[in-house]
């Protein structure tokens, strides 16, 4: 489901986030600069709330839940990854937020040794179609820290 040039894809749009956050707030820097020649304290104040605004807003709503999904592509392309059969069970439709990353919660059953019925949940990337599994199809999946980075159906 993703490669490396899903990784550099992500990397490339952090990139011009970055950059087209930086020159707003390069400028109200520079207007703050300027307001320390002439001592202007009213403006000096007004510019660094505006720029501590700027930070905050270009941090929490545009690069940082960028740069969590690039963690998390990075993760599944490079990290450990676990390879299990399962039945597929159920899934919602809501998004759920995990480790900063929207994901769509799945439910399948495996059967163990230890219980007949074993319910597990795994995540599917909400930014991807959602698969058409019907109930009860075996699926064999790739996960890194149950979050599905591959899978296939399996024969039979």
């Known amino acids: 489901m993703y490669t490396q ?7 490339e749009q952090l990139r011009r986030r970055v950059l087209a956050w930086l020159l707003p707030e390069l400028l109200v820097l520079a207007g703050l600069a300027y307001s320390f020649v002439p001592r202007l304290q009213w403006l000096s ?26 963690n998390f592509l990075t993760n599944a392309v490079h ?9 597929f069970d159920s899934l919602q439709e809501e ?7 929207r994901f769509h919660e799945m439910t399948f059953r495996a059967d163990t040794i230890k ?7 795994y995540y599917w990337d909400a930014n991807l179609p959602l698969p058409t599994w019907q ?18 159906l399996e024969n039979g």
């Open 115 to 121: 219980e007949e019925l074993d319910e597990r949940t």
């Open 79 to 87: 990290g450990r990854n676990r390879e299990e059969t399962h039945t």
């Open 135 to 152: 109930k009860g199809q075996r699926v064999r999946l790739r996960s890194h820290e149950r979050m599905i980075t591959g899978w296939s």
């Open 5 to 11: 040039e899903n990784i550099d894809q992500i990397n």
């Open 45 to 70: 104040g007004l510019l660094l709330a505006l720029l501590l605004v700027l930070l905050i807003a270009s941090l929490s709503l545009s690069i940082l839940p960028v740069r969590r999904y690039r």
């Open 95 to 101: 998004a759920v937020v995990r480790e900063g990353v």
